[in-house]
């Protein structure tokens, strides 16, 4: 089955400075990449998501790339804000069922201010 | 829209009790319903993929007796963990999809603290 690898587990920057987070998968047939951002208690939810027929998606001060050649995907967030503090976690999924992700082990971002 | 809702929130039970949780797509119609097992501070790990009208299909390791899964309707799926012991607390999570016109994605339920004393 597909396996996901995150790093680093844990990341502390100074608000506005840019965040860097990054998954490698293992299956060559997912094609769907979507990024979850959990604060603590809450559900995840979704921030940003990028198929494989796209290298780079962005919204604001979030973007995701994706290199399908070397199987690994990133998280950036730009002049990050103390509100951007959570556990983000990446996810990997094959064709249209998308919700039948598999994780990474999460990320816990401190955002310093 | 996409809103999926889960209930109860947080739950207590004694040893040996069982528990239902619902997932309930509000505004759409979710053909198929993921539940997801979160221990503190590590990842969601999938449980078992929930078809309306047909049976669940549960992931290696998942006692399907012990986390009894229905999806009775296109807006309703219910797990039951039965005979509930201290080692079955954490937290539960559906996700409901696909989502209409046309969204990517899966919608996740607001979870379900489960704590058995």
């Known amino acids: 089955g597909e396996n996901v690898e995150q790093h680093p587990s844990t990341l502390s920057v100074q608000e506005g400075d840019s965040a860097v987070i990054k998954c490698t998968y293992s299956d060559s047939a997912s094609n769907y990449f979507p990024w979850y951002k959990q604060e603590l208690g809450k559900r995840p939810q979704l921030i940003i998501d990028i198929r494989s027929n796209v290298g780079e998606k962005k919204d604001q001060r979030i973007a995701v790339t994706l290199n399908k050649t070397a199987k690994h995907f990133s998280l950036h967030i730009t002049e990050t804000q103390p509100e951007d503090s959570a556990v983000y976690f990446c996810?990997?999924?094959?064709?249209?069922?998308?919700?039948?992700?598999?994780f990474g082990d999460g990320t816990t971002l401190t955002v310093k201010p | 829209g996409a809103v999926v809702s889960q209930h109860p929130s947080r739950v207590i039970c004694k040893s040996g009790t069982s528990v239902k949780i619902e997932c309930r797509s509000l505004?759409?119609?979710?053909?198929?319903m993921f539940w997801y097992r979160q221990f503190p501070k590590q990842s969601l790990m999938l449980m078992a993929t929930s078809n309306e009208g047909s049976k669940a299909t549960y992931e290696q390791g998942v006692e399907k007796d012990k986390f009894l899964i229905n999806h009775a309707s296109l807006t309703l799926s219910t797990l039951t963990v039965t005979s509930a012991h201290p080692e079955d607390s954490s937290f539960y999570i559906c996700s409901a999809g696909p989502l209409p016109r046309g969204l990517d994605g899966y919608t996740f339920g607001s979870g379900t603290r489960l704590t058995v004393v």
């Open positions: 996810a990997a999924s094959i064709g249209t069922n998308a919700g039948k992700s598999t």
């Open positions: 505004d759409f119609q979710a053909t198929t």
